[in-house]
């Protein structure tokens, strides 16, 4: 029997089976959401604006898991992408690995998509949507550096910064540092 939250009597989202498996196109829409509402949760503190957060992101960011979805796309070819679903089939998380967009990059596989809705945090989903895209590999990421629960958790899975860093100029000139395992 699964755990309630002392609190409420609820139950918690740890509590609750997920699965993890390969996107459809007709997953584009929550992914999309899914997509939108990790970067509100990443970097509302850095962004504002309807072009981050609203509709017009969400249509945006439809468009663009379209064209990752549509088999024989480049982004299609050279992408890993797990969705996980909660146990009524509806999307809660996603994750996407491709080459490093780096010029040098210093591993082959980039974890370059992690967001998961926020009622499942500490859930375990991130973790397995992770090790769905890059196993054990060694790869590299990159992380907004005002994001210290991001970074935490992807010490927790082994990262570490490299010293290497860029600023995002066309994101407000947010700064993101990589790291690597």
């Known amino acids: 029997m699964a755990a309630r939250d002392r609190h409420t ?3 918690t989202a740890a509590d609750l089976p997920f699965t993890i498996d390969s996107p459809t196109l007709a997953d584009a829409p929550a992914l ?4 939108v509402r990790g970067w509100e949760i990443a970097y509302g503190h850095l962004l504002a604006g309807e072009q981050w957060f609203g509709q017009p992101a969400i249509e945006r ?3 663009q898991w379209i064209s ?3 088999p024989g796309s480049p982004a299609s070819d050279q992408g890993v992408l ?3 679903r909660d146990a009524g089939g509806t999307p809660i998380g996603l994750a996407g690995s491709w080459p490093p967009r780096d010029s040098s990059p210093v591993r082959d596989r980039e974890l370059s998509l992690l967001y998961i809705d926020r009622a499942w945090f500490g859930s375990g989903l991130a973790r397995s949507l992770a090790e769905a895209v890059i196993g054990d590999e060694p790869a590299s990421v990159w992380v907004a550096e005002e994001n210290p629960r991001a970074r935490r958790f992807y010490e927790k899975l082994g990262f570490v910064a490299d010293g290497a860093t860029q ?3 066309q994101l407000g000139s947010i700064r ?3 790291m690597v395992r």
Do not use: N, S
């Open 32 to 35: 999309a959401r899914i997509h």
């Open 9 to 11: 009597g609820t139950m």
């Open 176 to 178: 993101d540092l990589r």
């Open 68 to 70: 990752w979805l549509t």
């Open 82 to 84: 797990r969705l996980g």
């Open 167 to 169: 600023v995002e100029e």
């Open 61 to 63: 960011r439809t468009a």
